[in-house]
């Protein structure tokens, strides 16, 4: 099976800009869920989508949103980018009773 | 906040010398998993140890669950330099995961 895949692997932005991630899930994974990694903060959960549908959410700003497709593929967005939004992000795909599958991340540099 | 927290921040070993992780966590799980990320890419899952277990081997990975001390420990036996990497214990479910700052542990050749 082909593993998680993000694009683009590696983004700059200018402050203000918004940005668009990619992910696309394990063969047959329905869920979906992204994580923010910075030195700082370390991990943390953004968010997780199950059959196009948001099911949990982390503590982040609206700036920050997803969305997933009828193909469990998901975006994720982030508007109005701010310096401190400069991090790696991974998304990660699971079905029940199999544990996280992460892709290589995307890693964003605001300036 | 963090959940898991790893000790040390960073360990420095001599390939075939044995590794020694630790990671605490406040409140009750129900599985407690590691993962490894090689130098800023994705993470690997190592190994999940259920509540209900106390050890549990994978390879050349050991790890222990104490629940009533809510910490967890992974042993990386006969270290190589390809070990070289950061460490993370997670808990929460397999949609969700709360991780610690992890440890960065660097095998010298």
């Known amino acids: 099976k082909a593993g998680v895949t993000q694009t683009p692997r590696y983004l700059i932005k200018t402050r203000g800009q918004q940005v668009t991630l990619s992910c696309s899930p394990i063969s047959g994974h329905r869920s979906v869920s992204w994580y923010q990694q910075t030195p700082g903060q370390g991990l943390q959960f953004l968010f997780e989508y199950f059959s196009e549908t948001q099911r949990n959410k982390g503590n982040f700003p609206g700036r920050f949103s997803g969305r997933q497709f009828s193909n469990s593929r998901s975006e994720m967005n982030v508007s109005t980018l701010e310096l401190g939004d400069s991090a790696l992000y991974l998304c990660?795909?699971?079905?029940?009773?199999?544990?996280?599958?992460f892709g290589p991340g995307t890693r964003l540099t605001v300036t | 906040s963090q959940q898991g927290e790893e000790d040390p921040q960073a360990l420095s070993i001599q390939e075939g010398e044995n590794a020694t992780m630790n990671c605490s966590y406040k409140t009750s799980i129900n599985n407690l998993q590691w993962y490894r990320q090689n130098s800023g890419r994705g993470l690997v899952h190592l190994i999940l140890i259920r509540s209900n277990e106390r050890e549990k081997h994978s390879g050349r990975l050991r790890v222990t669950l104490d629940t009533s001390k809510k910490s967890s420990s992974l042993l990386i036996t006969a270290s190589r330099a390809a070990d070289t990497a950061s460490y993370f214990c997670a808990r929460g479910s397999n949609y969700k995961l709360t991780f610690g700052k992890g440890t960065l542990l660097t095998v010298n050749p």
């Open positions: 990660a795909s699971s079905c029940p009773d199999c544990e996280q599958y």
